[in-house]
C-alpha cells in the first residue's frame, strides 16, 4: 500500500497552511538551537539568525531538493568551551569557519570518487541500525523532559508530558486533511495551554514565567562577532568535524528514508555535505554556533509527512525575524520542558521507527551471524554511549561518541567481516 504524502518536496502550500506548518519546525528545533549558545557563551539572538539564514543557504546549495532544518550543533560544544577559554571565543569561532570549509573539502573528493563505495560501505543492516541509533540516541533527553523538574522526578511533569503527546496522537490517528498536518503544533499548543490552565489553580503547575516576555526588548540585533584563526583551534574543530560527517551521513539517511529519496544521488553527497559545511562555517563567521541537521525537524515530517522545501524555507524565515523580534522569541522560551518532552517522545521514536522499516523493508536476514553482529554491535556503541576520547593538545580532547562512533564501527565492521559466515540456526 502507497503512503500518502500530504506534501512533496517541492509543493508550496497555500498561505493559510503554510503558516503554522513552518511554526512547528520552529517550535521544534527551538529549544536545541538556543541552549547551545545558553551553555558555550553565545548569543541565542544570533543562533537563531544563524540557523535560519544557514538553513537557507543550504537549501539553496541542494538545489531545493533537500528539506532539511539546520541548528545549533551539540557535537561542538566541548571544543566551543575548551578553546574559549584557552585562546578566546574569537579563535573558537574561526575554528568553528574552518571545520565548515573541511566539510566542503570531504564533499569535493566525494563529488570526484563519486558514492558507490558508500553502497559497499553503508548496506541497509549498517543503515538501519544507525538510524535506529539516532533516534534511541535522543530519547533519554525527551524522557528526561517528560518526567523531571528541576532535576527531580515529577508526577507533574509526566501528567503535563501525557496530555502533550495524547493530543499530538490523537490528532494524527483520528484527524483528516489539514489538522494533522499540524498535529506537532496542535500538541505543544494544547500542552501549554493545559499547563497555564492547571497553573491557575494547582500551585505545582505553575510552570509557565512570563518576566522573560516582560524583560525583553521588542526589537533588538542580534550580537554580531568577529572570528579571529590560529592553528591549534582549526586542527582541533577540524578533528571534532571528522564525527560530524559522519553524523551528517547518518542524518541524510534518515531524512532519505523518511521522505522516500536517494538524496546521496540526487542532490548528491557532496551538495549536502558542501551545504552542511557552508552553513556552518556562515554561522561561526557571524558569531553562532556550528550548524547541523536537526533530528527534531526530521520527526515532524515523519509525523505530518509534509515535506515541503517551502515549508522548511518558512521555518527558517522566522527564526531570522525571531532573532530581531524578541518578544515573540522569549514567548517561546517559556514553552515549559514537560511540553517539550512529550512531543519528543513521539518524534524520536518515529525516528528509531524508520530504521526498523529500513531493515525490514530491506530484508536483512538476522539468521545471518554477520548482519546479527553488526547491528547488534551498532545498537550497543550507540545507544549505550560509546566514546573514543583522546588528547588533542593544550589538554584538549578529541571525542568520538554516541551516533558518530557507531556509524564508524558500523562501517568497519561491515567492511572486515567476511560475507560468507553462517547462519545463526
Known amino acids: 500500500m502507497k503512503e500518502t504524502i500530504s506534501l512533496g518536496v517541492h509543493d508550496k502550500p497555500p498561505i493559510g497552511r503554510w503558516i503554522p506548518l513552518s511554526f512547528q519546525h520552529v517550535f521544534a528545533m527551538f529549544g536545541a538551537t538556543i541552549l547551545v549558545p545558553l551553555l558555550t557563551g553565545l548569543n541565542p539572538a544570533t543562533a537563531l539568525w544563524t540557523a535560519g539564514t544557514g538553513t537557507l543557504l543550504y537549501i539553496a546549495i541542494t538545489g531545493a531538493?533537500?528539506?532539511?532544518?539546520?541548528?545549533?550543533?551539540?557535537?561542538?560544544?566541548?571544543?566551543?568551551?575548551?578553546?574559549?577559554?584557552?585562546?578566546?571565543?574569537?579563535?573558537?569561532?574561526?575554528?568553528?569557519?574552518?571545520?565548515?570549509?573541511?566539510?566542503?573539502?570531504?564533499?569535493?573528493?566525494?563529488?570526484?570518487?563519486?558514492?558507490?563505495?558508500?553502497?559497499?560501505?553503508?548496506?541497509p543492516v549498517v543503515i538501519g541500525s544507525v538510524i535506529i541509533v539516532i533516534g534511541l540516541n535522543l530519547a533519554p533527553t525527551g524522557m528526561s523532559s517528560a518526567m523531571n523538574l528541576n532535576g527531580e522526578y515529577s508526577l507533574v511533569a509526566l501528567s503535563i508530558a501525557a496530555v502533550t503527546l495524547g493530543i499530538a496522537v490523537i490528532v494524527t490517528i483520528c484527524f483528516k486533511g489539514f489538522f494533522t498536518t499540524i498535529s506537532i503544533l496542535m500538541g505543544l499548543v494544547g500542552g501549554y495551554l493545559f499547563t497555564l490552565i492547571m497553573g491557575r489553580f494547582v500551585p505545582a503547575y505553575n510552570l509557565i514565567d512570563f518576566n522573560i516576555v516582560h524583560n525583553t526588548s521588542w526589537f533588538g540585533l542580534p550580537h554580531f562577532a568577529v572570528p579571529k584563526f590560529s592553528f591549534v583551534p582549526i586542527l582541533t574543530f577540524i578533528i571534532v568535524s571528522l564525527a560530524t560527517v559522519c553524523e551528517h551521513l547518518g542524518d541524510t539517511l534518515v531524512t532519505s528514508r523518511v521522505v522516500g529519496k536517494d538524496f546521496y544521488k540526487d542532490p548528491g553527497l557532496h551538495r549536502t555535505l558542501a551545504g552542511d559545511g557552508l552553513a556552518t562555517a556562515w554561522a561561526a563567521f557571524w558569531g553562532g554556533p556550528p550548524n547541523t541537521t536537526y533530528g527534531e525537524n526530521i520527526g515532524v515530517m515523519a509525523i505530518t509527512k509534509v515535506y515541503s522545501v517551502w515549508v522548511i524555507g518558512g521555518a527558517a524565515l522566522v527564526a531570522v525575524i525571531l532573532s530581531l523580534f524578541q518578544k515573540f522569541g522569549a514567548i517561546i522560551q517559556t514553552i515549559p520542558g514537560p511540553v517539550m518532552g512529550g512531543i519528543s517522545m513521539l518524534l524520536y521514536g518515529l525516528i528509531a521507527s524508520s530504521g526498523l522499516r529500513t531493515i525490514v523493508e530491506s530484508g536483512v536476514d538476522y539468521k545471518n551471524k554477520r548482519n546479527l553482529t553488526i547491528s547488534s554491535?551498532?545498537?550497543?556503541?550507540?545507544?549505550?554511549?560509546?566514546?573514543?576520547?583522546?588528547?588533542?593538545?593544550?589538554?584538549?580532547?578529541?571525542?568520538?561518541?554516541?551516533?558518530?562512533?557507531?556509524?564508524?564501527v558500523g562501517i568497519i565492521l561491515n567492511l572486515v567481516l567476511p560475507k560468507g559466515l553462517d547462519s545463526t540456526e
Open 65 to 123: 531538493k533537500v528539506p532539511a532544518f539546520l541548528g545549533s550543533s551539540f557535537a561542538f560544544i566541548p571544543a566551543l568551551i575548551g578553546i574559549g577559554a584557552e585562546y578566546g571565543m574569537p579563535y573558537a569561532l574561526g575554528g568553528a569557519v574552518a571545520a565548515g570549509l573541511f566539510y566542503c573539502l570531504v564533499a569535493a573528493i566525494i563529488k570526484v570518487s563519486g558514492t558507490g563505495w558508500l553502497d559497499h560501505a553503508l548496506p
Open 377 to 408: 554491535v551498532i545498537l550497543v556503541i550507540g545507544i549505550g554511549g560509546g566514546i573514543l576520547k583522546f588528547t588533542v593538545g593544550s589538554g584538549l580532547n578529541f571525542q568520538l561518541t554516541g551516533v558518530a562512533l557507531a556509524t564508524v
